[in-house]
């Protein structure tokens, strides 16, 4: 099972919007509405920013959103800031015999 | 609030066997399954398996004949063991809460682990 593709960097300005998109397979994003999508900060854990494509935890800020269409999940920061620059991964669940799978990550730069 | 630490050693010898355990603080691993991911230095994360309290596991299929988790839910603890390392096994390992299998919620803050001899 190989990692859902992610582009290797996305950078915007303060106050921007960024999308990063998540592309899988028919065997994962395509199949179940069970994409997550994580915040990393250098040298900490991961966070968790979105579940099931598009609900927010509590917490999170409502700048984040997600989607989906077909096989590509995607994430949208709005109102970009500096602290939302960070690593961001997604991740989906791929059935019965691979179960999650992550994306290869995408880096964040604010402007 | 969960607070989920992971400990054990920092350095493990190549063909030995990695051991790591991730206490859960704040809440109790009984009704939930956990799971162990791992990120190596400057690469993405990497699920290796999970294990819902009642002791049933699942495993990423390329690594399932290296790796055994189990619980101990008396003493809330989640325990890692990854046999057979090679260097390719030097990453940070985290332990983390699985919400009925839809998402990772509570994650620890990680151990780094390197192979070497």
């Known amino acids: 099972q190989s990692a859902l593709t992610q582009p290797a960097s996305v950078s915007g300005s303060p106050g921007q919007s960024i999308t990063i998109s998540c592309t899988g397979t028919?065997?994962?994003?395509?199949?179940?509405?069970?994409v997550s999508w994580y915040q990393q900060h250098p040298g900490k854990a991961p966070k968790l920013m979105i579940y099931?494509?598009?609900k927010r935890p509590s917490g999170v800020s409502n700048r984040f959103s997600g989607s989906k269409s077909g096989n590509t999940a995607s994430l949208t920061i709005s109102g970009l800031q500096a602290e939302d620059e960070a690593d961001y991964y997604c991740?989906?669940?791929?059935?019965?015999?691979?179960?999650?799978?992550f994306g290869t990550g995408t880096k964040v730069t604010v402007l | 609030q969960v607070q989920l630490q992971e400990s054990g050693p920092g350095l493990v010898k190549p063909s030995e066997t990695l051991s790591l355990t991730c206490t859960v603080s704040?809440?109790?691993?009984?009704?939930?399954?956990w799971s162990w991911i791992r990120q190596p230095p400057g690469k993405g994360l990497e699920w290796i398996g999970y294990i819902y309290y009642s002791g049933s596991t699942n495993y990423k299929p390329s690594l399932k004949s290296r790796v055994t988790i189990s619980v101990d839910t008396s003493k809330n603890q989640i325990s890692l063991k990854l046999s057979s390392v090679t260097a390719a096994d030097t990453a940070v390992y985290y332990c983390?809460?699985?919400?009925?299998?839809?998402?990772?919620?509570?994650w620890g803050q990680g151990t780094l682990v390197t192979v070497s001899s």
């Open positions: 028919s065997s994962d994003v395509g199949s179940y509405n069970l």
């Open positions: 099931e494509v598009s």
């Open positions: 991740c989906s669940y791929a059935g019965s015999n691979t179960f999650y799978v």
């Open positions: 983390a809460r699985v919400d009925d299998y839809r998402f990772f919620d509570y």
């Open positions: 704040g809440g109790s691993s009984s009704s939930y399954y």
